[in-house]
């Protein structure tokens, strides 16, 4: 079990600002954020290299935060994987067991069961200078494993790697976490690596951490901008919300469109009204690319609400297609549409099927529980220059709502 | 058989190269000299002329024009060397010899021009010889070692199809030269004899020489060892630590490369001088003297040869990564260990470097060293004096090649010894030789 309190470190440029999670005994923890947002700063502070500021870090129901690293029993995988150059991949791999009453006749066996366990144990007799990249992380996994440690902490150890390898790592740790239970927190800016690995998902950024909780709450219910667009949720808009019933309308600057509804269940654990995407006023709305359909202009998006006749009952927006390009099994659409930019996902098969072309004007939808509406905080826009992904996101807030229902005006022609 | 007319050009050219050889011959012989007028030397020339002209004909004559005009103007070079340089009297080679080297010189270098490198050896050879004389050897081994580095060099520039390394190689070869020119020329300035004379001899010098090779030796190694000791953990320390006056600290480091030695020498009398009180301070309580005794030699030494070694540690412990430390210490070691298990064992090569400069430059100490301890001499204090006592030509210039030979073999030592390359081998040596086999265990 780690559990970190309010931790905060300032260290040169670097701040951590007051983190506070807890991981339980055999949980697997993803803490997600762009470059320079603190991660390694935060992993370095919970494995005692640095001490905070301020907060502390509980290990297994022992405050640790004043304990030296060398008593904390954390195993650590750095970026690079940070072997010993003067030693052999065995003697990388036994180095820390003299240190936790290994009696030395029993050393060997200990390093040919890691070593097999991580599938490194052909590799035992060379020298670390002619690893690649992935074995050299395997062996670097194999020594923090070898001290048995309490937990794991992983700085972004996939990220070195080439794809294939990327991809085998991904799944041997995986495979590894079900077989031992060790209780592990890996951070990196990968979202694909959060997905595949991640129990839980935390977000950093600027050293604060901006949500944390399961992997599909995060995924699917971001409560910023900037968390759901770093979670790849390009398709944040800020607006203005007023309830109508069950669902709420939010104003956007392409139209009025609605959100959550009946059919939204609320979150268990929450019990704000975000949970049920019911508040007011200003709000960020967020839909994945993947949840908006298109269709050429004059079709129909979502069946429209029988009390309601205008268009923004149907949660659809008219726009135009600026780019089309390829994804691999997707294909991503830019639509430009009043003020708004959409980003589209859709499958090739769906992308033949559909005959759209760059230029057409077509007509996007999506189902009002597709959309997820989060207060749209004081801090959205402050600090965005300091990250590539803030400055896209940089939105400015629309004029309020009049009262009723203003017809939707058709998109403007692009000039 | 009928000849095609390629074959009868050649032929026509070769027998008026024949006709002109021959005319050419019998034109020169009494415009140089007497001694040309030997039958056999005349032979001999005729001879060596047919050959260079055999090599042009069947050889050179398929190259390219510039290889052949390379090849006549090679004759042309040979001649004015032998003709013109040669017949001045000061040469080595002088008469009748000149001629039969000007006829030796002639074939061995037309079968040459096929082989570039050896060709070019070839010439460097003649020009040293012949043009500096008095140089002689230090001009052929530094043109050489020059003409070889060229010569590889041209190679790589062919394959990058830049230039540039080369002439910055040519521009600081003039500064290598301004090194070793000197060095060189006075290494083969005495015999070896003389120089065995010098050290080994029975007379009182020698004994001298002996003893202050001996004083060098031992105050330069006790100067590194003290380094080491407590310059390393400085080094560590100037590269871990992070406080405001760190960089005033990190410049002071290099106060005693900029401070003038004698400088040195004064302000270390000034302190520990016998009559200064912290000097009879310590002769009183400790009975340690460090004026005219290597004590005060190893303490002048320290103080200007320290900066050598900690700059080198400096260097070697910011090349070890702090997250290596980091991860050691999350294995369970504590600093300590983490220092002598991985940041030593990845520093210790540029601090052996730095063992190596702190010696060269203890051991090469005169000013300060003879401010604070005139006795027991060291070799460069004795150097000094016997240059004073009887100038250039004195035994000063044999007891400074021996102090060229102790530097280079122990540098040339110490550097194998730091070699990778050298221990991997010595390690397989071994291991045949009957060392201790890995499989056995």
Redesign the interface.
């Known amino acids: 079990m780690v559990r970190v309190v309010n931790l905060t470190k300032r260290l040169g440029a670097f701040e951590l600002r007051g983190v506070s999670f807890e991981l339980a005994q055999g949980d697997y923890g993803v803490l997600l954020g762009p470059t320079g947002c603190g991660k390694t700063v935060l992993l370095?502070t919970i494995?005692?290299?640095n001490r905070p500021d301020a907060g502390e870090v509980w290990l297994d129901g022992q405050d640790v935060t004043r304990w030296?690293?060398?008593r904390?029993?954390?195993?650590?995988v750095?970026q690079?994987s940070?072997l010993?150059?003067?030693l052999s991949v065995r003697g990388n791999i036994a180095?820390?067991l003299?240190?936790?009453s290994v009696e030395r006749g029993a050393r060997a066996g200990v390093v040919d069961r890691v070593a097999e366990l991580v599938g490194v144990k052909h590799l035992l007799d060379r020298g670390v200078q002619g690893l690649s990249g992935g074995e050299s992380q395997k062996v670097?996994l194999a020594?923090?494993l070898a001290?048995e440690p309490r937990v794991l902490l992983f700085d972004e150890p996939l990220a070195p790697l080439d794809p294939p390898a990327k991809e085998a790592l991904c799944a041997e740790i995986a495979a590894l976490h079900r077989q031992l239970g060790t209780t592990i927190l890996h951070v990196t800016h990968d979202q694909e690596e959060a997905r595949i690995l991640g129990r839980k998902i935390g977000v950093l950024r600027g050293g604060r951490l901006l949500q944390f909780g399961p992997k599909d709450e995060v995924f699917d219910r971001p409560n910023s901008a900037f968390v759901a667009r770093f979670l790849g949720t390009e398709n944040v808009f800020a607006g203005e919300a007023t309830r109508e019933g069950d669902s709420t309308l939010i104003r956007l600057g392409c139209g009025i469109v609605r959100a959550g509804g009946t059919g939204v269940p609320p979150v268990a654990h929450r019990q704000d009204a975000c949970a049920t995407n019911l508040i007011e006023g200003q709000v960020g709305l967020c839909v994945r690319p993947e949840l908006v359909s298109i269709a050429p202009a004059g079709g129909t998006g979502v069946p429209p609400v029988a009390h309601r006749q205008d268009a923004c009952a149907t949660n659809q927006i008219e726009g135009r297609v600026d780019a089309i390009s390829d994804r691999g099994a997707l294909v991503r659409y830019d639509v430009a549409t009043a003020r708004e930019h959409f980003v589209v996902l859709q499958t090739k098969r769906d992308y033949a099927a559909s005959g759209l072309a760059v230029g057409r004007p077509v007509a996007l939808s999506f189902a009002p529980e597709a959309a997820h509406v989060f207060r749209w905080g004081d801090d959205e826009s402050e600090g965005g220059g300091h990250d590539e992904i803030g400055r896209i996101g940089r939105i400015r807030p629309i004029r309020p709502i009049e009262p009723g229902c203003a017809p939707c005006a058709p998109p403007q022609a692009r000039r | 058989m009928p000849l095609a007319p390629g074959d009868k050009k050649a032929l026509g050219f070769a027998a008026g190269a024949l006709f002109f050889a021959i005319g050419g011959h019998l034109w020169l012989s009494p415009v140089l000299g007497a001694d040309l007028r030997s039958a056999t030397i005349r032979t001999l020339i005729f001879c060596a002329n047919l050959f260079y002209l055999y090599n042009l004909i069947y050889h050179i004559a398929l190259r390219p024009r510039w290889v052949k005009l390379a090849y006549l103007g090679w004759y042309v070079v040979l001649f004015a060397l032998f003709a013109a340089v040669a017949s001045v009297d000061r040469l080595h080679f002088g008469g009748t010899h000149r001629l039969l080297l000007f006829a030796l010189f002639l074939m061995l270098t037309s079968g040459l021009f096929h082989m570039p490198a050896a060709f070019g050896l070839m010439a460097v050879v003649l020009v040293a010889y012949l043009v500096f004389p008095f140089f002689a050897e230090a001009t052929l081994a530094l043109l050489a070692m020059f003409y070889l580095i060229v010569l590889a060099e041209l190679r790589i520039a062919r394959e990058t199809r830049s230039h540039l390394v080369l002439a910055c190689f040519a521009l600081g070869y003039v500064l290598l030269l301004a090194v070793l020119f000197p060095l060189v020329n006075l290494g083969v300035s005495r015999s070896p004899q003389d120089l065995r004379t010098a050290l080994l001899g029975a007379d009182a010098a020698a004994d001298l020489t002996r003893r202050a090779m001996w004083t060098s030796i031992q105050t330069a190694t006790v100067t590194t060892l003290v380094v080491l000791a407590l310059g390393v953990p400085l080094a560590y320390f100037l590269v871990r630590s992070d406080f405001p006056g760190r960089r005033v600290l990190d410049a002071l480091v290099d106060l005693p490369i900029v401070l003038p030695p004698p400088v040195v020498g004064i302000a270390l009398i000034q302190l520990v001088g016998q009559r200064q009180p912290l000097g009879a301070w310590l002769e009183a309580s400790f009975g340690i003297i460090l004026a005219n005794n290597w004590k005060g030699i190893v303490l002048a030494q320290t103080f200007i040869s320290c900066p050598f070694l900690i700059r080198s540690a400096m260097a070697a412990f910011q090349g070890v990564?702090p997250?290596?430390e980091?991860?050691?210490?999350?294995?369970?070691?504590?600093p300590f260990?983490t220092f002598f298990?991985?940041t030593l064992?990845?520093a210790w090569r540029g601090i052996f470097m730095g063992c190596i400069l702190t010696w060269g430059r203890a051991i090469g100490e005169f000013s300060s060293v003879s401010v604070i301890a005139e006795h027991p001499e060291t070799m460069p204090v004795r150097i000094y004096k016997e240059f004073v006592n009887s100038g250039e030509k004195g035994p000063a210039a044999t007891l400074a090649i021996l102090m060229i030979v102790l530097c280079v073999v122990v540098f040339a030592a110490l550097h194998l010894m730091a070699s990778r390359t050298v221990w991997r081998n010595v390690r397989t040596v071994w291991s045949y030789v009957g060392g201790p086999s890995r499989q056995s265990d």
Do not use: K
């Open positions: 370095e494995v005692g290299i030296a690293p060398e904390r029993g954390i195993g650590f750095y690079r940070m010993f150059p003067n180095y820390g003299r240190y936790h670097a020594r923090a001290i | 990564d997250r290596l980091h991860v050691s210490r999350t294995l369970g070691a504590g260990g298990r991985v064992p990845l």
